[in-house]
């Protein structure tokens, strides 16, 4: 992949923004952590500073949740096209002023983990280039290497409770989605209590599943919450199956554009009726 040329211009351009005033700060990624490999997500405001910025194949995290940090200056975000769909999905549900935002977007060609296999998401990935940017950077190379994730087929219930299984109700999936930024997540509201002192399969049944339902139509497939995930749960064929049902459905995916409302803020007498099982009720 063509890393190298693609971190020479993006630090090229984020010096020439920051200098003419086109941003006040830059939301990229910066120094790989010494214990997971993966690459930093950094601010810099300073044009000098541009040459921490870093473009490699461990920029996993998705940097949609770093934006909120900076205020009352333009950000600009380098942004993979899933962290693209992110801003883009931010701005037409009302979190984030597109003025208030440059958007870097970087021809990408899928990230990998610390054995160097490209991460599940990456691998099922449509978007390689972003749907909605101020800039562009190209130059990516398809070099698409081993595949991270176990991958199981199917949506059976011993699927889901294998998965449930493995969880530890960490909530670091939550955290590391775009998607979910409620001030109070409804896991954390006291009554009814969803979570009881010893995490149960219960517990993390109702977690899942209604994050599931609060992300429908709304995941940018970017895979932060699989790739956080310490106890390699994966369940974002669960919220995958949601997405993909919607688009087939209601023809939408989340974060293609910066104005059209998401297929569960809107209706039309056309709309299909297709119940839990997929099958027209009429
Ligand atoms: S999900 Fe797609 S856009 Fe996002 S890092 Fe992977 S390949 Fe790139
Ligand atoms: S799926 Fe993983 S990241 Fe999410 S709560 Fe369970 S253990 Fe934590
Ligand atoms: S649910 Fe997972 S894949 Fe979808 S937007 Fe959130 S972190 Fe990304």
Redesign the pocket.
């Known amino acids: 992949m063509n890393f190298e040329y693609q971190e020479k211009s993006l630090r090229e351009l984020c010096e020439s923004l920051l200098r003419d005033g086109t941003a006040g700060a830059v939301v990229g990624f910066g120094e790989r952590s010494s214990v997971s490999g993966v690459a930093m997500p950094i601010i810099v405001k300073k044009p000098e500073d541009s040459g921490r910025l870093s473009w490699n194949s461990r920029?996993?995290p998705s940097l949609a949740r770093y934006i909120a940090d900076v205020k009352g200056v333009v950000a600009a975000l380098v942004a993979?096209?899933?962290?693209a769909r992110a801003a883009a999905a931010l701005i037409v549900e009302r979190q984030l002023d597109r003025k208030n935002i440059y958007i870097i977007g970087m021809e990408?060609?899928?990230?990998t983990d610390s054995d160097g296999l490209t991460?599940a998401?990456?691998a099922e990935?449509s978007?390689?280039r972003a749907p909605v940017f101020d800039s562009e950077i190209r130059g990516a190379r398809e070099v698409l290497s081993g595949y991270a994730a176990a991958s199981a087929e199917g949506n059976s219930a011993d699927r889901f409770r294998a998965e449930m299984d493995k969880c530890i109700l960490c909530f670091s999936c939550r955290q590391a989605c775009y998607g979910c930024y409620c001030e109070t997540c409804f896991m954390d509201r006291g009554t009814p209590n969803w979570q009881p002192s010893k995490p149960d399969t219960g517990a993390k049944m109702i977690y899942h599943l209604g994050r599931a339902m609060h992300l429908a139509g709304r995941c940018v497939?970017?895979?932060a919450c699989e790739n956080v995930c310490a106890s390699g749960v994966n369940v974002r064929y669960l919220i995958k199956s949601v997405t993909d049902f919607i688009d087939a459905e209601y023809g939408y995916r989340a974060g293609m554009d910066t104005e059209t409302l998401p297929a569960l803020q809107t209706y039309s007498q056309d709309d299909g009726e297709p119940g839990f099982w997929g099958k027209d009720n009429e």
């Open positions: 920029c996993v993979k096209p899933c962290d990408c060609a899928g990230m991460l998401a990456c990935c978007s390689r497939e970017c895979g």
